[in-house]
């Protein structure tokens, strides 16, 4: 690029102001022009890359395991087969462990958005007495942390170690959410709103219910999005949490088939015959289970895009 | 409800002299006590109980009343032969991964903004931070079995090159360059948002300026672009340091095999199994708190240095 660029001066030496207003890109330079094509050239090889191993997965789902031995799955599945997947769809272990997936994901989403909503909002309101050292109590704990063993020590002192609720509660509440939220109130809920609904005789929580709330739509589903992503992906609290294997969520089952390679002929009834039709039924499997536990929060992505670009930028804004 | 309540009038009540400003706002600390409640409940108290660290901790006698020892757990702990590697491991693996990841979604932002239609800028927005919606088990599932010595992808291309296969998760010098580069295949589109954001609030007159005076887009990108980002990028590299010794020990601990051990045991994974598998809860306590002062004093150095440098700082 740097040895096109003397080009750039002799070729555009006087633009016409009102031509390049109109059409700007002919307007570019021999310089530009490379520049954008070593830009997209770049950028898409990139997105090859990335794309691939996922497009790699998906295709062995569905191939022959002894093709994917043999290395002949590049582009398009071999010796098709959904053998896989009805495995995985018939195998109790990995349905018990979604079916909690979705409790534990509902759960705490609700507890989380709940708790951060109404905490935000008091902690946005100006005339809040005290505001300054509540703030504080939050933020420190961005800073400083009890450390693994004691948050261990305390979920065992309350009583909860091995229940659902031991995956729901430790995490609930993000400081940075609680941030986030409180900067969209502080910006979007102007004080003369306010003003007017005491007038009109409307209480603190009558406000908060009937005005706020409704303006907030945009962070309410901002933080919705961000815990059904978290709740969903997380596994630490319920590895160390979590005793009783029918309470895994679909994570941690998903950690012991496909790294602690626990592929035991799963699935009670059909009985494999062998130990190596156990091992091509895994590797198959393995395939399968990424899928199936990506595809919920893939297809809700477009619909997620807008909040989370929103939410990155109510971050960036203030803190 | 009425707990809640009670909670909230406890605080009113401390803060007499101003008691009928706080009383007027009580619904306010109503809707907060959930919130104040988790964080005693769930920050404080652990950090309360970090305490155990200079004591040895027994459940009878908990938090408080187990006998006190001082600085017996850390000393043990730094005279350890375990120590220097556990430091290393940590420090290497996440400041290599700083250094490399971090340029990366800068680069990516600054290429993006660069593309002209929005319908393929929008696109590869959408698909470089789809990953990370990913779980981490899923991707270190994923490595495991894309790097399989038996069936993986990449030891049957570099078989069908005629290479030999590596055993990639059973070797200590791949489990860097795995955890790195995984985790900028995931997560850099993520970060890349934070940019983009920052790389449309530069005012566009500049950028008109500069084309009126001849520059072109590289001299542009260069000379506007960059410094226009800076603010943000001292921001996120200060809080990326402050958690140098923090970062994805999760993923660390997914993809240990016993076998990658000498390069891939952190100092959080060593408390994990000391503390939780071993069940020496004031050893593994003091290894923590020792990894938090570090973070602790990684932030506030930095935050001065920042500060000192362009006046850019958290607080």
């Known amino acids: ?319 | 409800m009425t707990a809640q309540a009670e909670a909230s009038t406890t605080i009113v009540a401390r803060r007499t002299p101003w008691w009928r400003k706080a009383l007027r706002s009580w619904q306010l600390y109503v809707l907060l006590t959930p919130a104040v409640a988790y964080v005693l409940v769930f920050k404080y108290w652990p950090m309360f109980g970090a305490q155990i660290a200079f004591r040895d901790y027994n459940p009878v006698d908990g938090f408080t009343g187990s006998p006190w020892v001082g600085l017996e757990h850390f000393t043990r702990f730094v005279e350890s032969f375990q120590f220097e590697r556990l430091m290393v491991n940590t420090l290497t693996v996440n400041a290599l991964g700083l250094l490399v990841a971090f340029p990366v979604p800068i680069v990516l932002a600054l290429m993006v903004n660069q593309l002209a239609g929005d319908r393929f800028k929008k696109f590869t927005q959408t698909v470089l931070y789809a990953l990370s919606f990913i779980s981490v088990v899923v991707v270190v599932g994923m490595i495991f079995l894309l790097f399989s010595p038996r069936s993986g992808i990449v030891n049957n291309a570099i078989t069908a090159f005629g290479g030999d296969p590596v055993f990639f998760m059973g070797s200590p010098e791949w489990f860097r360059p795995l955890y790195i580069g995984s985790d900028i295949w995931q997560n850099a589109g993520f970060s890349m948002i934070v940019y983009l954001a920052a790389l449309t609030a530069i005012d566009p007159a500049l950028h008109e300026a500069a084309r009126v005076d001849g520059a072109n887009k590289w001299q542009r990108m260069w000379h506007i672009d960059i410094p226009g980002i800076l603010p943000v990028i001292t921001i996120l590299f200060i809080l990326a340091i402050g958690n140098l010794f923090n970062l994805g020990f999760e993923k660390v601990l997914l993809m240990q095999t016993d076998l990658n051990l000498p390069t891939s045991e952190v100092i959080q994974t060593y408390v994990y199994k000391t503390g939780l598998q071993g069940a020496q809860f004031s050893y593994s306590a003091a290894i923590g708190l020792f990894n938090s002062l570090i973070n602790l004093a990684l932030l506030l150095t930095f935050n001065w240095v920042a500060r000192r440098a362009n006046k850019t700082s958290l607080w």
């Open chain 1, 1 to 319: 690029m740097t040895t096109t660029r003397p080009a750039v001066e002799t070729t555009a030496p006087t633009p016409e102001p009102q031509a390049l207003r109109r059409h700007p890109r002919q307007r570019e330079s021999g310089a530009d022009r490379a520049f954008t094509v070593a830009v997209t050239v770049t950028l898409l090889s990139a997105i090859l890359v990335i794309l691939y191993p996922l497009y790699f997965v998906v295709v062995a789902s569905v191939s022959e395991p002894s093709a994917i031995l043999n290395g002949d799955v590049w582009l398009w599945p071999s010796g098709f087969t959904l053998e896989g997947y009805a495995r995985i769809l018939s195998d109790p272990g990995i349905l018990r462990g979604f079916a909690n997936s979705v409790l534990y994901t509902v759960a705490g989403t609700a507890v989380s958005v709940a708790t951060i909503l109404c905490g935000a909002y008091a902690l946005s309101r100006r005339d809040l007495f005290g505001r300054t050292f509540l703030m504080l109590l939050f933020v420190i704990t961005m800073f400083i942390d009890g450390g693994l063993i004691a948050r261990y020590l305390v979920v065992q002192e309350l009583g909860i170690l091995d229940t659902m609720w031991a995956v729901v509660l430790p995490g609930a509440v993000g400081v940075w959410n609680l941030i986030i939220a409180r900067t969209f109130f502080e910006s979007n809920v102007p004080d003369e709103l306010r003003d007017a609904a005491q007038l009109d005789g409307a209480n603190d929580f009558r406000f908060f219910w009937r005005i706020v709330l409704p303006l907030s739509k945009p962070l309410i589903a901002l933080m919705v999005m961000i815990h059904l992503v978290a709740n969903w992906n997380a596994f630490f609290d319920a590895l160390i949490f979590l005793d009783d294997e029918n309470k895994y969520p679909l994570q941690l089952v998903l950690r012991n088939i496909l790294i602690q390679s626990e592929v035991t002929a799963a699935g009670g009834a059909g009985a494999v015959d062998s130990y190596a039709a156990a091992q091509r039924l895994g590797e198959l499997m393995k395939y399968g289970m990424i899928v199936v536990s990506t595809i919920p929060l893939l297809v809700a992505l477009p619909f997620m895009q807008k909040h989370f670009t929103k939410g990155a930028l109510l971050g960036a804004v203030k803190s």
